[in-house]
């Protein structure tokens, strides 16, 4: 499904495909996107995702926010905490919203 945004923002087309609950049947449109700005669906069990928030890929095609682990520091120093080691999809762009965010994909 295309759809048309009556009033689109001055660098926008207008028109883009619209995201979809559930596997695309034959003869659906499927965005396939590899870097640049997509709406995504958000895993049920994420934590809040606001913009800048990293984001990697989780079940069913949707995403969540990068975990966080805490380690010791060498000679007893304290901890620290550092992002999970793991493929990042991308950046969100803004605040999620009814389970979608916009996220600036850009694999890595």
Known sequence: EVY???EPQP???GERLVPRDGAAQPGDYVAV?????????IAAETT????????TAAGNGAVRALGMKNVQLAGDE???DIPENIPVLGVALDAASEGKVWVL????
């Open 4 to 6: 048309i945004d009556d």
């Open 11 to 13: 660098d926008e087309t």
């Open 33 to 41: 996107v590899y870097s640049g700005p997509m709406q995504v669906n």
């Open 48 to 55: 809040a995702i606001v913009a800048g928030t990293r984001v």
């Open 78 to 80: 304290g901890t620290l």
């Open 105 to 108: 994909v850009n694999p890595q």
